[in-house]
């Protein structure tokens, strides 16, 4: 793939890694003239049509997202087979690197990644885009400390591409949610787990579950619980053991319900605010830091912590000066307040509730449901619904517990409703050609369908004379639109000129004053100069219909090799030795070598497209310069 340009403008220069899901090459753009990184999904993956249109859509939303800690997309494309994504190139490396590096990351720096992920995290579910994916190897670091988050979108569309246990999916399971490693309904919150299990490994170096396969580490997410933070680690603070353990929660209900909530609470660790004023950051109200229970809060009271709640009550009065209120007053009645709390949360954590069994309500009405659930003594939260043909609307095709879990009397259970079939409006495509009207409905998540044709003296050849369904009518998406295409003035047949040796401009007239029209243009290498029609789709001896779309085949140019050669009496010692050719494609690098005489001659094959620019340098002096071949 090196010295490959794809889209006509993205040079290929540098593999900077891959795995089983696709490749990174630090690229060129060559209209914008900047470095960027290119994508390129592993070619096993593009055989699926229905995986390849998920790709697009998922890449395409996550292109929507601009934060300055999410890695930026520029471009989403295919060529010849290859789908590609364009994105900022961002010089530094992982946070797995980094945790590599250092085993285990100082507080004040878990607190300052942990808080620009986290902001990230809040801009993507604002638009509506969850990363499913979020591990150390997908968070990169640049060199003056900026937090940038990558592969939104790739990451969703890939996670049921394969089931293969591939390093990448062995590193993805390490910080799975357990509702992803059930195969159940996935939400923001389950990208505040995998961050709580980021954070947990750049306090003690370790993740917090290993095993020998993924299926053993996803079992493990499910059932064991972890190793407590300052177990393995006792100088981690309280207060921040309490946000990744919250984050770490298994059930989604008992986690941050936003990664707003959870920058809050970040936000309120010490030196949390000097790093936010640093980036230039900011919070749209920050909450006090929540702990897990009760208890926690009166151990962090009788530490010396000082709570939001106590730096309020100091402020007061330090501004009520004239009243001078006594200090051990304001003491006792904190102290009175927090061991109420305790007593309160003691009493909680004791009085014994009943357990039940949740009921299935897969298949109820929402109305249904509710009282299903209110009668077992449990709570409920209706998520946002999901389409779905075959189900009606307002029908639960989803719960969380599942039915047939014991559960604590109250506990919440996630309720998620059909919403039908995904119905669009069908556009209008009557008096658009058969690709524009290919392009409106596929725009719009519908197919062009059964394709008839007939001769009409009134509109002109490969215009849609009729469609059906039709607008107004609303359709799922996916429906085939069945169009009627005419084929002009009844049937004149027609030779079509001999176009190989002509330039495509040349081609096209040719076949426009014969009544033929241009259909698909491939390009390839070729004997020809670049831009002439090396072959065309129909022979000059055949008779066709007047209006027949004729293919043609242009050359890219003529690959003229060259060989080139370096006598061993040039070279120094360790001297670099680097050949290039660059041809209207841009530049390539073929050698580029430290040699010594004692390694003999250097000889190189060189092939570009004629006519090219060879550049042979030796120690950064030229050595051989010179125009090779002809068009």
Not at 219 to 247: D, F, G, N
Request: with cysteine; glycine share 10%; charged share 25%.
């Amino acid at each position: 793939m090196l010295g490959k340009v794809l889209g006509g403008r993205y040079s290929l220069e540098e593999k900077r890694g891959g795995g089983g899901t696709a490749f990174v090459y630090r690229g060129r753009d060559s209209l914008l003239n900047r470095t960027v990184a290119v994508k390129v999904l592993n070619a096993s993956l593009t055989t699926d049509d229905e995986f390849v249109a998920k790709f697009r859509r998922e890449a395409q939303a996550a292109a929507s997202l601009s934060n300055p800690h999410v890695v930026g997309i520029y471009d989403v494309g295919e060529d010849e087979g290859t789908y590609y994504i364009v994105m900022e190139y961002v010089e530094g490396k992982t946070l797995k690197q980094h945790i590599e590096d250092l085993t285990t990351i100082s507080e004040s720096e878990v607190v300052d990644i942990s808080m620009q992920i986290c902001e990230a995290l809040r801009h993507a579910h604002r638009h509506g885009v969850i990363h499913r994916d979020i591990k150390p190897h997908n968070i990169l670091l640049t060199r003056d400390g900026q937090v940038k988050v990558a592969d939104f979108g790739l990451a969703r569309v890939t996670t049921t591409a394969t089931l293969t246990e591939s390093d990448s999916l062995m590193g993805s399971v390490h910080y799975m949610s357990p509702e992803q490693a059930r195969g159940g309904f996935t939400s923001e919150r389950s990208d505040i787990y995998s961050l709580g299990v980021v954070m947990y490994e750049m306090l003690t170096g370790k993740t917090p579950y290993s095993g020998d396969s993924m299926f053993s580490v996803a079992i493990k997410h499910l059932q064991e619980v972890p190793t407590p933070v300052r177990e393995l680690k006792p100088e981690v603070s309280e207060a921040l053991a309490a946000i990744v353990e919250r984050a770490m929660s298994k059930e989604q209900a008992g986690r941050y319900q936003s990664a707003e909530q959870m920058l809050a609470d970040l936000a309120e660790l010490p030196g949390a605010a000097e790093q936010l004023a640093r980036r230039g950051g900011s919070l749209r109200g920050s909450g006090e830091l929540v702990l897990r229970d009760q208890k926690e809060l009166a151990d962090a009271f009788i530490q010396g912590a000082e709570t939001a709640g106590s730096r309020r009550a100091n402020e007061v009065a330090r501004k009520k000066k004239k009243k001078k209120p006594s200090w051990v007053v304001i003491l006792t009645i904190l102290m009175i307040l927090t061991m109420a709390g305790i007593g309160v949360g003691i009493l909680y954590m004791l009085w014994p509730r009943p357990e039940v069994i949740v009921p299935d309500i897969v298949g109820m009405s929402l109305a249904a449901a509710q009282q299903t659930l209110r009668e077992a003594n449990l709570t409920y939260l209706i998520r946002d619904g999901e389409y779905n043909a075959e189900v009606e609307p307002g029908t639960v095709i989803r719960q969380s517990p599942e039915a047939g879990r014991t559960v604590r009397a109250g506990r919440e259970v996630e309720i998620t409703p059909s919403q039908g079939a995904d119905l669009k409006e069908v556009p209008n495509v009557v008096g658009k050609t058969l690709l524009e009207a290919r392009i409106a409905l596929n725009e719009e998540g519908f197919v062009v369908g059964q394709q008839d044709t007939e001769h009409s003296d009134t509109i002109p050849a490969g215009v849609v004379i009729s469609q059906n369904p039709r607008p107004p009518l609303r359709a799922e998406r996916g429906t085939p639109v069945d169009v009627l295409v005419s084929l002009g003035s009844p049937v004149v047949y027609v030779n079509p000129p001999t176009l190989v040796g002509l330039t495509q401009a040349e081609a096209e007239l040719q076949l426009r004053n014969v009544g033929l029209e241009v259909g698909a243009i491939t390009w390839e290498y070729g004997s020809l100069g670049f831009g002439y029609v090396v072959r065309q789709g129909i022979s000059p001896f055949e008779r066709v219909p007047r209006g027949t779309l004729v293919s043609l085949v242009v050359s890219r140019g003529k690959l003229f090799k060259e060989t080139v050669v370096v006598p061993a009496s040039e070279l120094a010692e360790n001297s670099r030795v680097e050949i290039s050719a660059e041809d209207r494609e841009g530049r390539k690098i073929v050698f580029d070598q430290i040699r010594s005489p004692s390694g003999g001659d250097i000889v190189v094959e060189v092939e570009a497209v004629a006519p090219y620019y060879l550049l042979v340098t030796i120690n950064g002096r030229v050595y051989r310069y010179e125009r090779i071949g002809s068009e």
